[in-house]
Every structure is written in C-alpha cells, then in structure tokens.
C-alpha cells in the first residue's frame, strides 16, 4: 500500500509505503513471543528497519506485550494456548509528518474466525497531505526540528450533545466573522480580473484570507466544544529506532 503527499521542500510528491500483514516471525522474541526464546529476530524484518520502515505497534507500545496469534495443542484439552505470537503487523516509512496515533487488537469472532487477531492503526497525516485549494498558496517547509506534540481532536469521545454544540457555535462563529463580505470581494476580483486579465494576485491574497479565516474559526470552536488528546510525536528517525530495534538481534 501506497500513499502520496507533498514534500514542501522540493514542491513535488513524496510516498508513505505501508507494508502489513501476517509476517509470520517476530523481530523481538522476548517481547513478541510467549514463552520468550533468546533467539534472533526475523532476518526480514531487520531489513524493513533497515530500509527506513518502522512497526507502528512498537513506536505506540515499546514494551508492552501484544499477541496478534495464538496457538493451541491440538491433542490435548487444555485452557491456554500453548505459545503466543505477535506476527500480524503494520509497518511504514518514517516520514516526519505522518504520526501513529493508535494501534487496536480486535477479535476476528464471527469475522474469519482464525487464531489470529485483527489490527488496525490511526495514522495523524494531516501534515503529509494537505487540501490546497486553486489560489491557496502551498505551506512553507517548516524546520524538521521544531516538530512538536500536537493536540488533536479525540473523536472516539464525542457525543452527540458536543456535535450539535460544535456546529452551533461555528455557525455563530462564522457569522461574526462576516464571511458573507470576503465571498463577496473575491467575487468582485474575480470579475475585475476578467476584465482586465491581471495576475490575480488581489484574488489569491483575498482567498487566503478567507481560508485562513475559516481554519480560525474552526480551531477555535473546537478547542471549546470537543474534548482533545495529546499526540506525542515521536522524534527523528534515529532515535526511534534505536528505541525499539537496539536489542533486535537478541
């Protein structure tokens, strides 16, 4: 699986590669197995570190343990399975702007009904593709270093009381704003701009205007009405992954 963005550095496209699936093997048995062994890491897996990719479960949960499959002795009753693995991963490319937000383990009862779990993750992209109308001018690149946790709306705790409060005060928000005036002067650019076939540069600072007025609005009725969470981002390339694959050969 691929997905484009833009690179504001170099104005072109840029590909986030997710790989996922049942790989079969683990990269850390002490964590990744039960019972643990002391033996190496899946090979194929150091590579996927290697070429710049990173398990999303590993950067949300370092330690903790996870299983995705389990295994069970066929020829005996028994209450527990005989080992647990986590095989079932999803890995992507480290890209500064796509941030992990969540990892969730579901039951696959009455879905394919195997011992294996299903997974699925939340990646924040809001920084990694952005919605660039006609006469937007592109973001400038932003320093790589000034990255920071961002503070993003928890929808899994919104309720419909909060909805119908958040829609309510952008309306009123939107109205004081007098939105209805900047349209109007686009508009009338717009039709100056036929006239008189200019650059269009009035209507592009008067769009932006407007676009940056309306992302205004909606922030600040946001952080009023919906309950937020913290996301953490997490740090360069490097330093993740001397976090989660420093003991990767063990």
């Known amino acids: 699986m691929a997905m484009k963005g833009h690179n504001r550095s170099v104005h072109n496209t840029i590909i986030l590669h997710i790989i996922l699936g049942d790989f079969n093997d683990t990269i850390n048995n002490k964590i990744d197995r ?28 370092l330690d903790a343990e996870l299983f995705t499959h389990e295994k069970w002795d066929k020829n005996k009753n028994r209450s527990a399975p005989i080992s647990k693995l986590r095989i079932d991963q999803i890995w992507i490319t480290y890209e500064p702007d796509v941030i992990p937000v969540e990892f969730l383990l579901h039951s696959s009862q009455m879905v ?14 809001s920084g990694f593709i952005r919605n660039n109308f006609r006469h937007c001018v592109p973001d400038q690149l932003q320093d790589p270093n000034l990255h920071q946790d961002k ?16 829609t309510e005060t952008l309306d009123r928000e939107i109205e004081s704003w007098d939105f ?32 940056n007025n309306i992302i205004s609005a909606i922030s ?16 360069s390339h490097n330093t993740r992954h001397k976090l989660i694959f420093a003991d990767k050969t063990m």
């Open 220 to 235: 600040i009725v946001m952080n009023i009405e919906l309950p937020m969470k913290l996301v953490k981002y997490p740090g």
């Open 34 to 61: 039960s019972p643990s062994t002391r033996q190496p890491g899946s090979q194929f897996l150091i590579q996927l570190s290697q070429l710049g990719l990173y398990d999303v479960c590993r950067v949300l949960y």
């Open 180 to 211: 209805q005036q900047l349209i109007e002067g686009i508009n009338y650019e717009i039709q100056l701009e036929d006239e008189k076939s200019t650059d269009g540069e009035e209507i592009k600072r008067r769009f932006n205007e407007l676009w």
């Open 112 to 125: 394919t009904n195997s011992h294996h779990s299903i997974i699925s993750t939340t990646l924040n992209i």
């Open 151 to 166: 503070r993003i709306v928890d929808i899994s705790k919104i309720t419909n009381v909060q909805w119908k409060n958040f």
